[in-house]
Structure formats: C-alpha cells, structure tokens
C-alpha cells in the first residue's frame, strides 16, 4: 500500500492484488453499512472489467480514482445482451448508485458495448444527493440515467459523452463546467421530469461538442410530458440543430414540457425565433431561478445538510 494511503482512505483497491480488495465491488460490500461517517476507497489506476452497484444500504460512500483517465470502470452489456425485455435498458448500467450521499472523482465509467448494440448504460444514478467530479461517462446510446423522483445530482467539470439520449431520466440534476459530447446525429437529453419538481437537468458553463461528421445534434427531446431542461451560459458548436428541441413526434407534449436557454454562444446557439416555438428564451431574472443553490436546495426541507451543502457550493 502507498505511502500515507491507508491514513487518508478507508480501503484501497488495486487490481494488481497490492491493495485491500482487488475489485471496486468487493470493497463496497465490505464496507459498513449505513456508516456515521464518510467512507472513502480509493481506486488505483488501472482497468476494472465489473458490474458495480452502491446499495442502498450503502450511503456517505467517496470513490475516489487514482486519475480520470487512468482509473477505468468498464462493462459491456446492453438491451439485447441482458434480454429482459421491455425493461432490459435498466439492467445494462456498468455503475448504478442508490445509496445517498454518493460521492466519486477522478474517475471513467464505461459501457464499452459498441454504437450498433442500442441501450447501453455507463452511469445509473437514483442517489439523492450524489456528485461526481471530474469523472468521464462513456458509451453510446443512454450514457447516463440520471433518475430519482425528488433525487438531486450534481455533475461538476465531467465529461459525457454518447449518441441518442445519452443523459435521460427524472432526477433534478446539474451540469457544471461539463463537456457534452454527441457521437451521432441525435439527441442529447431524454427528460422524464416528473410534473411535481420545478426543475430537471440544468447545463451550466458546458461545452457542446461533436465528433468531425456529426451535424443534426438536438438538444433534447420528451421521455415524459413534464420534461424540463435548461442550457445556461454554455458553448455550442455547429452540430446542434437549428431547431434546438424535438417533440418525438408527440405534438402534445409541446404544451407541457420546459425547454428553456440563457445566453449561450457558440455557433449552435440561437435566437429564440430561430428555435421551435414552444421552448424559451429566458430573462435574466428568469435565468436567476436555475442558480445552483436554487435548483439543488431552494425549498428543500433537507437543506440544512451541510456537506450537500459544501459538495455544491
């Protein structure tokens, strides 16, 4: 074990055996559950080829990895491989995380089931109260389930990248200073916001990029009638459509989602009479309301948890 590590984390794991566990999931199950304090493992650089899930029972859990790029989580299943039918996607995640309190950085998460396999889910989050900085989310379509009725997540400098509505779900969730990045002319977000939440995913500061031959990038589109999503302050390069939104076909739900932008720039970035209709432009004190605090605290019975508090902050 390294020099200073075993006073600075809980559990090491090293996939070369010179650890206390060889593998990200042995280390969870050995940790306490439902712990006082904050339980912290730390991932040494290397490949670990394994299905990881943080259990409910499993809360205030730090994954801390050795480096983003070097530190690497990988699975490969996806919708046809598990073959559990209509429900198959919610099965293929390489991580899922339910216990609260989540914390990782310094990270890669991967579905490494290739662009023709369909959903393939790197990242499944249903935590309350997670963040993950610093940390890469890889794979192809439906990257990342972001979930959760009432759950909060916070994404800080992360790096996302995918083909068809490779960031989906119903959590309320923040992207801060991520790059977003489209492998396919698609779709980015599929919001399944429940119609009770006054916010869903806000994009703040992120970078929207596209590899070389992508072109035709939507911003997102409905899973659910009340999808909300918003793109504040964020660069956007020319593959994202004109449009902006897509309706998936379903001229209804024009009339109950919230797709919202606020000073964006960058060659995708449009004027709102250039943008479908039904999506907003917002004012700067409209704007105001999808401030960090707000969309992760304001109103919230639980915000005098100060280290959620201090995570966002």
């Not at 439902?34 to 339980?39: A, E, L, N, V």
């Not at 040494?44 to 029972?57: A, L, N, Q």
């Not at 989580?73 to 899922?96: M, P």
């Amino acid at each position: 074990m390294g020099s200073g590590e075993s006073d600075r984390y809980d559990y090491v794991v090293d996939p070369a055996g010179d650890g206390d566990y060889e593998s990200v999931q042995a280390a969870i199950d050995g940790a306490k559950s439902f712990p006082s304090d904050r339980i912290t493992i730390f991932l040494r650089d290397g490949v670990y080829t394994e299905k990881v899930t943080v259990h409910s029972w499993n809360p205030k859990i730090d994954l801390v990895g050795e480096s983003e790029d070097g530190t690497i989580v990988t699975h490969d299943d996806h919708f046809e491989k598990i073959g559990r039918g209509r429900n198959s996607t919610f099965f293929t995640y390489t991580l899922k995380v339910c216990g609260n309190d989540f914390r990782a950085r310094n990270l890669t998460v991967r579905n490494s089931a290739g662009p023709d396999k369909g959903q393939a889910v790197a990242l499944h989050v249903e935590s309350d109260q997670a963040v993950f900085e610093n940390c890469r989310f890889v794979g192809n379509q439906d990257t990342v389930y972001a979930a959760g009725d009432g759950c909060r997540q916070y994404f800080d400098g992360c790096h996302i990248e995918g083909t068809t509505d490779f960031v989906f779900g119903g959590s309320t969730a923040v992207f801060e200073r991520c790059d977003i990045h489209s492998k396919a002319d698609s779709y980015i977000t599929a919001a399944s916001t429940p119609q009770s939440e006054p916010f869903g995913y806000v994009f703040r500061d992120c970078t929207l990029t596209a590899d070389p031959a992508v072109s035709e990038v939507y911003l997102g589109r409905p899973w659910r009638d009340h999808a909300h999503v918003a793109f504040i302050e964020s660069r956007m390069d020319p593959h994202i459509h004109l449009a902006g939104w897509h309706n998936w076909s379903r001229p209804d739900a024009e009339d109950t989602v919230t797709y919202a932008e606020y000073d964006n720039h960058g060659p995708g970035a449009k004027p709102a009479d250039e943008r479908v209709s039904w999506s907003e432009k917002l004012t700067p004190a409209e704007a105001d309301a999808y401030a960090i605090e707000n969309v992760l605290l304001g109103g919230d019975t639980r915000q005098s948890d100060q280290h959620w508090q201090q995570a966002i902050e």
